[in-house]
């Protein structure tokens, strides 16, 4: 997680909260902006990473990035409430 807090401050990228969860095997790393309608500090980072728009305005979950990474996946989700 501290990778991800030099790369906000080196790139001027927004602070998200990040979290590992290990899901089924497999180990996911999800991050959250730290206001939860902040869907533009969502797609500063999805766009540095190169991830793919998987929800968009949903009224269930909001909006939801995803990127693979070797054996890591890469979630930023957005909540709009």
Do not use: K
Not at 18 to 30: A, C, F, K, M, R
Request: proline share 4%; charged share 25%; net charge negative.
């Amino acid at each position: 997680m501290e990778t991800f807090h030099e790369l906000a401050e080196a790139l001027r990228l927004p602070e998200l909260d990040w979290d590992v969860i290990h899901y089924d095997g497999e180990i996911l790393v999800e991050g959250r902006p730290r206001a939860e309608t902040d869907i533009s500090a969502c797609t500063r980072w999805a766009r540095f990473l190169g991830m793919s728009v998987t929800v968009a305005n949903s009224a269930a979950s909001g909006d939801c990035w995803l990127g693979f990474n070797g054996p890591w996946t890469l979630e930023i989700i957005a909540q709009v409430r």
